[in-house]
């Protein structure tokens, strides 16, 4: 009696593979000494995306930038850069990112096209590739026409604009930037958000960007990381971190008899979250329904005969999110050189 043919096995059916993070962060820590700068940190940044560190000067953030780029050893954890470890491959990381610090660093010197080919010949970027880098970089960052200017001849938004084109020239898969904009006038901060954007899509960039800047990390942002005291306070969209505050609106109103407090009226109004007392007859509501609450507001002083001195609406900001999660507004402190710089010497509070 033969056999018959051998039973078929069944199909396999395994979900594929999740996309490796372009980085990795995992319970890193940063000490000097008995100074704890970063305190167990995690986070992932996908892909294509623009990432933004938000915090006050001191926070750690640049220690956590110079941590992922290879500038200063790991005390715990681990931070990991397209797959690749950075205590143990920091070769390899360095050859896929772009690093442009906060300090200007180019050669005033040197010609805008100079400090170019010179990164670029740092990097062993060969010269047919190094030429065409150049003139495609220059166009993207808008420093065509002076690119036989010397450097010190360029305003203070151009210069960042040549900081950023050097980070790129050779062609870097992923792109820290720590503070970009920093003494930057205005109308130069927003053209460096766009050419960013842009630079993201046309060049196919993960962007991290450190800043103080509530401004920066909402309109350039996909994601915010809160950084405070060395932690991770708070991590998503600025939509969905915003949405994370109680109350959707923000009102600010000061009455004329400042006297009065009016904080217990100012709870029990249609919509009220939550009242801050400002002194000096200022409040600061949080509400759901922003309409109701002002209109309830202006009937609760002409009720009581108490003149409205300032009004004003508006809708939840990352400034109210860092209050949320803090319990204090975003402070632009020094940074102590002990944590930053050297270990403390004996004796010396962090």
Same mark, same amino acid.
């Given at each position: 009696?033969?056999?018959? +043919?051998?039973? /078929?096995?069944? *199909? ?11 980085? %990795? #962060?995992? =319970? !890193? ?43 200063? +050893?790991?005390? /715990?954890?681990? *931070? ?11 070769? %390899? #990381?360095? =050859? !896929? ?66 900081? !950023? ?186």
């Amino acid at each position: 009696m033969t056999s018959g +043919p051998p039973s /078929a096995k069944p *199909a396999s059916h395994q979900a594929p593979a999740a996309p490796t993070p372009a980085i %990795a #962060v995992q =319970n !890193i820590v940063k000490r000097y000494g008995t100074f704890e700068a970063v305190s167990g940190v995690s986070f992932e940044v996908a892909d294509g995306e623009i990432f933004g560190l938000l915090g006050p000067n001191g926070a750690g953030k640049s220690t956590l930038i110079r941590m992922m780029t290879t500038l200063i +050893p790991v005390t /715990a954890g681990r *931070a990991l850069i397209a797959g690749h470890d950075v205590a143990h491959e920091p070769n %390899a #990381v360095r =050859n !896929i990112i772009g690093v442009i610090p906060q300090a200007l660093t180019s050669d005033i010197d040197l010609t805008v096209e100079e400090n170019l080919s010179i990164y670029a010949k740092l990097y062993g970027v060969p010269r047919a590739e190094r030429e065409r880098n150049i003139a495609t970089l220059l166009e993207a960052v808008d420093l065509t026409k002076w690119r036989e200017a010397q450097t010190k001849t360029l305003s203070g938004g151009m210069r960042r604009r040549l900081e !950023i084109a050097r980070g790129l020239i050779h062609s870097p898969r992923i792109f820290f930037l720590d503070e970009p904009t920093t003494g930057l006038d205005p109308v130069s901060r927003v053209a460096v958000w766009e050419m960013l954007d842009k630079l993201r899509t046309t060049m196919k960039l993960t962007i991290l960007i450190t800043t103080h800047y509530m401004d920066e990390a909402d309109n350039l942002c996909d994601r915010i990381a809160i950084i405070d005291h060395g932690k991770l306070v708070a991590l998503d969209t600025p939509l969905a971190l915003k949405s994370s505050v109680p109350g959707s609106s923000v009102i600010e109103v000061q009455f004329g008899r400042n006297q009065i407090d009016r904080k217990p009226q100012l709870e029990h109004l249609g919509g009220v979250t939550g009242v801050e007392s400002r002194g000096s007859g200022e409040y600061r509501l949080m509400t759901s329904n922003g309409s109701l609450t002002t209109t309830q507001l202006v009937e609760m002083a002409t009720a009581a005969n108490d003149p409205i001195r300032g009004l004003s609406v508006q809708n939840t900001t990352l400034d109210d999110v860092f209050v949320y999660y803090t319990g204090r507004q975003l402070r632009d402190e020094q940074v102590k050189a002990v944590g930053f710089m050297m270990p403390p010497r004996p004796g010396m509070q962090p």
